[in-house]
């Protein structure tokens, strides 16, 4: 069935670091793809989103790129804030309308 | 509203009381989707509305959970002879159509003692 991996945290990095938050996923269609980000005391906000193959989704300083052949959707950042630390989550949309949400990755930037 | 509504922000029950929990979505988004947040499971979809069609119900836990939307906006979650392990963050979201980007609210904490 259709289901999404993303890589387990904590994650714990020095200001200006370079990110990658890995995910992937495993699909009979062709999702539509998200992160959402999570900070502290506050509730779930999109952070980008690509529909199709080779789609990049950026915001914020973040990308992820919708790559079909790898069934992938990492974020990555070139130069992290304390301002980032939050919780990270992937989601795919299958097609059911639903998210399916992947278990989140907990980031930490110091400075 | 500016953003989707979540009352109470906190509720703390007692064993086998029943809860109401209520989702005020984004004024004219037609899709309402209720998700659940807990350190043993995760994020997780509970039930999803769309317009006037029947809600998909696939998520609900048990048969002690149900949610119903009048008129097509507000929601409420209904968790009857609560137990510890509904202990969660309940999830409000609304996007303008079925494949759109959800909003999410800040979430209601639900603490079942």
């Known amino acids: 069935g259709d289901s999404v991996t993303q890589m387990e945290g904590p994650v714990t990095l020095s200001e200006e670091a370079f990110l990658t938050i890995n995910c992937t996923y495993t699909?009979?269609?062709?999702?539509?793809l998200f992160w959402y980000v999570q900070y502290p005391g506050e509730g779930l906000q999109l952070l980008l989103k690509a529909t199709k193959a080779d789609d990049k989704g950026s915001n914020k300083g973040f990308e992820a790129t919708y790559r079909k052949e790898t069934t992938s959707f990492h974020l990555e950042k070139g130069s992290v804030q304390v301002s980032d630390s939050a919780v990270y989550f992937c989601?795919?949309?299958?097609?059911?309308?639903?998210?399916?949400f992947g278990t989140g990755t907990r980031l930490t930037i110091i400075p | 509203g500016a953003g989707v509504s979540q009352s109470p922000s906190n509720k703390v029950t007692e064993k086998g009381k029943d809860v109401e929990l209520r989702c005020d979505p984004i004024s004219g988004h037609t899709a309402l989707y209720w998700y659940r947040q807990s350190l043993g499971q995760g994020l997780e979809f509970l039930i999803y509305?769309?317009?006037?069609?029947?809600?998909?119900k696939s998520g609900l836990p048990s048969d002690r959970f149900s949610a119903e939307r009048t008129g097509g906006s507000v929601s409420t979650l209904t968790i009857q002879r609560t137990q510890q392990e509904d202990s969660a963050v309940y999830l409000c979201?609304?996007?303008?159509?079925?494949?759109?980007?959800?909003?999410f609210g800040a979430g209601t904490r639900l603490s079942v003692l």
């Open positions: 699909a009979t269609g062709y999702p539509s």
């Open positions: 979201a609304s996007s303008s159509t079925a494949k759109n980007i959800q909003y």
């Open positions: 989601a795919p949309n299958f097609g059911n309308e639903k998210l399916t």
């Open positions: 509305f769309q317009g006037n069609s029947a809600p998909d």
